[in-house]
């Protein structure tokens, strides 16, 4: 019972799930069993198997005599049961000519199984707390039955080419199939090839001692995503549709016999160096292009009621630059200090949508489709702030002009994307006779996020029974002349750029502090041969400018996210 503690509005959370329990049980099994074979020199045969099985059980009970049930309780349980058996066979062969020309050459083949299958009664009417449970209900409120699968199949070949360490090359082929396609369109082909050439052996390098690093690779290929629900082809009914007692089944998925294998085309050029043999610096290009895009394409209610289909469509380019540079700033017999850094930028842009369209707005989500700008920008009204003489809320037209009217014909591309564009992180490791202090940290810029929460929370009378933001009490408009973003008590809030918020960050991600045990004191043990003991701390700080509760995340929408966890951790590492 609520012993008078809980002071906010609502149901208390821990009395309410002291009367409404859930219980969850999960139990997992994990099994891999290999075998290599050698039947003529230089070939191995590599033959895998294995299975990860598991079966999940819960229990659900809600308390008649709990006060908000009115004396009527209710019970559920769940079960589920999930088994994936992949098996892979490749065959590794290995061939040089003259300590110059080395070959190795790969050809396998993979298979992966899954099938899942559970199901989920509730019922209700109990009037005993100890005797809730799914028999003792009047009624059923609730049933599932679930049955799932899928399978894929691939056939690959890798050869590779090397030239005295000097020049490499790699060509690379797959065939895969998949189960999320109709029959006619299982099979993908993809391809790759690869060069690389590690300039620092060549010899009008080998004088040059300061340059201990020197290579230059590119890539170029083909690679296939399958990532649809499991019958996304298929057209679907689906059953549970009652009629005056009588059961019925309606049609749930416009099927498309012509879905296939999305498509990206990536082409990567690197350059690795070395300096000194202390500093490290990785710059990498690339250019990846996605045709033939999984997508849920809109289509009239009157087709059957669902209002949208999986199709092949459009195109999207991702170009950007990654560097990754790493040093050693002081090295001594005792005492190193070691820096690195790195960093990514991207470029997204839509090329093509579907059936000659060049946007297509998603519904209240406000992000548009449009070509030629990022698939993941904001189409926004632009929030334009508070009329200091009436408390008005205001906003921009489409044109710029300021309006006391929201119109959904005055949103805007924003230019603001709900995934950085620039990301990285850095750190460094102090270390001295064992004693090793290290600290990483990691950083996005220009990421922008809605915050659903600030919605509710200064809802100003819209959402009254929800926590309500102090901002409401000390900066919403009172009087003539205030000057502040949130209007007079009254006007309500709208989904518009006020709540686009700055998600960039920069975060303490580890600290870790540790100590190994010299070896000449282990082997004194005539035992162990690796002691360490460290203590680790993970997301202790985070500096933003974001108002909720974490900035990280992926999502367009901030709704009331969990944050990352603060954790520390000890550990003693032993070796024998």
């Known amino acids: 019972e609520n012993d008078g503690t809980w002071k906010g509005t609502g149901q208390n959370p821990i009395e309410w799930m002291a009367n409404n329990p859930v219980e969850h049980k999960k139990y997992k099994l994990l099994s891999t069993v290999f075998a290599d074979i050698t039947p003529v020199k230089n070939l191995t045969v590599r033959a895998q198997f294995g299975a990860d099985y598991s079966h999940s059980t ?156 020197m290579r230059l690779a590119l890539s170029t290929g083909t690679s296939g995503n399958s990532d649809i629900g499991y019958y996304a082809w298929q057209s679907l009914v689906k059953g549970g549709m009652d009629y005056m007692g009588e059961t019925g089944i309606y049609p749930a998925q416009s099927g498309n016999s012509n879905l296939s294998w999305e498509k990206t085309w990536t082409t990567n050029l690197a350059l690795h160096l070395g300096f000194w043999n202390r500093v490290n610096l990785d710059v990498e290009l690339y250019n990846k292009k996605t045709t033939d895009m999984l997508m849920d394409v809109p289509q009239s209610y009157a087709v059957n009621g669902s209002g949208s289909r999986w199709d092949n469509i459009g195109a999207m380019v991702n170009r950007g630059v990654e560097v990754t540079v790493n040093g050693d700033v002081l090295r001594t017999k005792d005492f190193s200090w070691n820096l690195n850094a790195n960093f990514s930028y991207n470029k997204n842009k839509i090329t093509e949508l579907y059936n000659g369209v060049d946007e297509y707005e998603i519904a209240s989500a406000n992000l548009k489709y449009v070509v030629g700008h990022s698939a993941t920008e904001f189409y926004i009204n632009r929030y334009a702030g508070v ?159 974001f108002s909720g509760l974490d900035p990280e995340g992926v999502s367009n929408m901030y709704q009331a996210q969990y944050p990352s966890t603060r954790q520390f951790t000890f550990g003693l590492e032993v070796s024998f």
């Not at 270390?431 to 950083?443: D, E």
């Open 387 to 545: 009329n200091p003489t009436n408390g008005d809320a205001l906003w921009y037209t489409k044109d710029g002009e300021i309006t006391t009217e929201f119109r959904d014909s005055d949103k805007v591309m924003t230019g603001k994307s709900f995934v950085a564009p620039w990301q990285g992180g850095f750190g460094t490791t102090l270390t001295w006779k064992g004693i090793s202090l290290a600290a990483q940290f990691s950083w996005v810029a220009d990421r922008w996020v809605f915050n659903n929460d600030r919605y509710l929370d200064e809802g100003n009378g819209l959402f009254e029974t929800y926590n309500q933001s102090s901002r409401l009490l000390y900066d919403r408009w009172k009087k003539p002349g205030d000057v502040t973003d949130i209007p007079r008590y009254g006007v309500t809030p709208q989904m518009d750029s006020r709540f686009l918020e700055d998600a960039s960050f920069l975060r303490l991600k580890n600290l870790m502090l540790s100590y190994n045990f010299p070896q000449t004191l282990l082997k004194k043990t005539n035992f162990l041969t690796h002691l360490r003991v460290f203590a680790q701390g993970q997301n202790l700080l985070t500096f933003t400018k």
């Open 58 to 213: 819960s229990f659900m009970q809600s308390f008649p005599s709990y006060i908000i049930n009115n004396k009527s309780g209710s019970a559920g349980r769940s079960s589920a049961d999930i088994l994936s058996l992949s098996e892979t066979l490749t065959a590794n062969y290995r061939w040089a000519l003259n300590d110059e020309h080395s070959f190795n050459f790969l050809l396998g083949q993979e298979g992966i199984d899954y099938r899942s299958t559970g199901f989920q009664v509730v019922t209700r009417g109990q009037t005993i707390d100890r005797l809730t449970n799914v028999t003792s209900g009047t009624r059923a409120s609730s049933w599932q039955d679930v049955n799932s699968s899928y399978s894929y199949l691939s056939l690959f070949f890798r050869g590779e080419y090397n030239y005295k360490d000097l020049y490499y090359a790699e060509v690379a082929g797959r065939m895969d199939a998949s189960s999320r396609f109709g029959k006619d369109n299982r099979w993908g082909a993809f391809w790759s090839v690869g060069l690389m050439w590690d300039m620092k052996k060549e010899n009008f390098l080998k004088k040059y001692d300061w340059l201990t690093t």
